[in-house]
């Protein structure tokens, strides 16, 4: 993992015009998530498949860029046909980097969520601990009362 970082850091320091760069990055992201998904490096099922998935969005994300950067680095202008593109590409782009945070809310939600239940859960058996209690006392001693007064006269 280390190694994937240090190629593409050397990659983004050694070359200087965006479109070349971005394409070696992505030819070298799609040989990282391929060298993944046929090693399957980690012990874990859920850790290979939560790497790969990173590494799918990190292809997505180059791929994009590319189609991006190539508009800058061949200086052409935007016309009306590529701002549909543009703006997919963007949605695309934003998508894929909010999914990651809002599955985190999502979660962190679920467990506020969680505690308050258990919250409720925990003051309704203390509530009827306490009435059983006060009023347990209350009723017994009531029947006490009245078998007295019965018991006599029987």
């Not at 965006?18 to 046929?38: G, W, Y």
């Not at 999914?99 to 509530?127: D, E, G, K, Y």
């Amino acid at each position: 993992m280390i190694g994937r970082r240090l190629i593409l850091i050397v990659l983004k320091a050694f070359v200087s015009d965006p479109m070349p760069r971005l394409l070696i990055m992505n030819f070298f992201c799609v040989l990282f998530l391929l060298h993944h998904a046929l090693t399957q490096p980690f012990r874990g099922r859920i850790a290979n498949i939560a790497e790969t998935v990173s590494l799918l969005s990190i292809v997505a994300l180059a791929t994009v860029n590319v189609f991006l950067a190539s508009f800058v680095s061949l200086a052409v202008p935007l016309s009306a046909h590529f701002t549909s593109w543009l703006n997919i590409c963007q949605d695309v782009e934003i998508a894929i980097l909010c999914s990651l945070p809002a599955i985190f809310c999502l979660f962190m939600f679920i467990a506020f969520l969680s505690q308050v239940c258990r919250l409720t859960v925990v003051v309704c058996r203390f509530l009827h601990s306490i009435l059983r209690v006060c009023f347990g006392w209350c009723c017994s001693k009531l029947d006490e009362e009245a078998r007295v007064l019965l018991a006599p006269g029987s």
